[in-house]
C-alpha cells in the first residue's frame, strides 16, 4: 500500500458526508441530553434552530420528536450560517463554537476534537467501501453482520475514536475493516503471571486446545533455543499493537531480562469484534473468542485489561453460568451466556510499586478466553450482534426492519419474541436477584432463525456485571461484583441501559420506516413487563418497591461523562457516583 492509498478514503465528498452524518448525531444526542436546547422556528413546522455560545452562528434542521425526548433529526436539512450568511458543515467548528455549553475544558477539547476527527475518518471509511444493504445482512453470518456494522454505540457522538491507532494500524484492526489478524503470542514467566480458569479447565490442555500440538511445540523450541525452560513461562496472546506500541518499549526491561519472550504470531486467523479489542476465530469458529489489552483511548476508557481483575473472572463466570442454569424462568427464555473461561495476567512490579489499581500502567498485558456461541447452535439458527437491529443502511432502511420482514411474523408479534428472549431475563435477573448486567447492543448477541429472535446470549460478563444487594451471600471469589447503589438509582440500570440507550432508537427507527408505530412498541414493551410480572407473582413487593411504571425516571446523560473525561469517564468503584444526571423523562410505559 502507497502512502497516499491509506487515505484514499478522505476525499472531500466522504468528508461532507462523514460531517453531515455526525452533526446529525450531534444536534440529536446533546439536545436529548439537554446540553443544547434547540428553539422552534416560527412559522415552520418540526424546524428548529441552535446557536453557538456567542450567538452569532446558527445551525437550523428539522426533526420528529419522540418518546424519551428522542430527536429524530433530518441529516439533509442540517444548514450552518453566521451573520445571516450560509456556511458549509464543519464538524470540528461546531464543537469549537458550542465549547462552552458542551462543557468542555481547554484541556479536553483538542483531545475531544481529535476523538471527533477519527470518527469522521472512520466514516468516510465505511462510506468508500460498498456496504451491504439492511436486507443483505439480515441474511447474513455472524461476522458478515459483526463488520458490517457502520454506526458504533448509537448514544456517544465520539464513539470510534481509538486515540493510538494510525491509519495502518486502522486500517489493520479496526473492526469494520474485516482484516485478518494473527495475534502475537508472549512467554511470561510464571514468577509474573497468573493463569486462572473455570472448573474443569486446565492450563496446559486448555492452550494444546486452542493453539494446536504443533504451535505449542514450535514455541517450546524457541524457549529452548534461548537456553529456557517451558515449565517457567506461561503463554499470553497479545494484540499486535499493544506489542509493537507499548510492551516493547513500556516493557522493555522485561523483555531484557527474558521475563517475557516473543513467541511469535499463531497460526489462526481472527476478526477484532466491534468492542475493538475481542477477536472472533474465523480458523475455528468453535474455538474460543480472545480479548486482550489494547492501550489505546476509545469512548471514554483506556481499553486495558488488569492483571489482578483477571484472577477471579473464570469463577466469578462460573458462578453466574451456575444461577442461569438452577433459575427454571430464566432457562424457560433460552438464556445463557458465553463464559470468560480463562485469564492470564503479567504483573510488572515496578509499575505497581509506583501507581493505584486504576493505572493504565496495570492494564497493558492480561487476555481472557471468552467461549464462541457457535456450538450451541441448532439446525437453522444463526447468529447476529444485536447492534444490527439499529442499524441502519444507506437507503434508511434498519436491519430490524429486515428481520421483521424475513420472519413473515406481525411486527408486534416479532417484537414480543424479542423482549421475551431479550427483556425478561433482564428483569428477572433485576427483580429476583438485585444482578444487573450492561446489556448494550454489542454486548448481546441474538440468535435468529428465519428472522426470528429464538434466545439471547448474554457476554462480557466479568468487567459488566453488578449485584446490588447488599445483604446478598456471594462466594469469596464474587464478592468484588458487590456494589452501593442507591435505592432511587437502581432502576437506571433498566431505564438508562435498557430503555433510553437502546429501545428509543430501535422504536425510533421502525416508526420512522413505518413498520410500527412508537405507542405500539411501548405497548408491547409495558405487555412483557406485565407478562413477567404475572409470572413472579412472589416477588410484588419489589415490583411495587422498584416501579417499572413509574411516571419518570432520572435522564442519565453519557456523552456529558465523555465531554468531562474522556480517558475515565467513570469511577469503577463508585459506577452510580458517576453519573451525570439531569431532570427526568417521561416513562413510555407509564399508565400502559
Known sequence: MTLSDAVAHLSPHHWARAERLL???ALAEFAHERLITPEAVDGEQDTYAVRSDD????????????????WQVDAESITRSRDGAELPLAALDFFVELQKSLGLSEKILPVYLEEISSTLSSTCYKLAEPRPTAAELAASGFQEIETGMTEGHPCFVANNGRLGFGVHEYLSYAPETASPVRLVWLAAHRSRAAFTAGAGIEYESFLRGELGEETVERFHGVLRDQGLDPADYLFIPVHPWQWWNKLTVTFAAEVARRHLVCLGEGDDEYLAQQSIRTFFNTSAPEKHYVKTALSIVNMGFMRGLSAAYMEATPAINDWLAQLVDNDPLLRSTGLSIIRERAAVGYRHLEYEAATDRYSPYRKMLAALWRESPVPSLRDGETL????????????????????????GLTPVEWLRRYLRAYLTPLLHSFYAYDLVFMPH????ILVLKDGVVERAVYKDIAEEIAVMDPDAVLPPAVERLRVDVPDDKKLLSLFTDVFDCFFRFLASNLADEGVLAEDDF???VAACVRDYQRETPELADKFAQYDLFAPEFALSCLNRLQLRDNEQMVDLSDPAGALQLVGTLENPIAGL
Do not use: P
Open 23 to 25: 452533526l446529525r448525531k
Open 55 to 70: 450567538g452569532l452562528t446558527r445551525y437550523r434542521f428539522t426533526a420528529v420528536r419522540r418518546a424519551l425526548d428522542h
Open 384 to 407: 447476529a450482534t444485536m447492534a444490527s437491529l439499529v442499524h441502519v443502511d444507506d437507503a434508511g432502511s434498519s436491519v430490524a426492519a429486515a428481520l421483521i420482514e424475513r420472519s
Open 441 to 444: 447492543g454489542e454486548n448481546v
Open 522 to 524: 411501548w405497548r408491547t
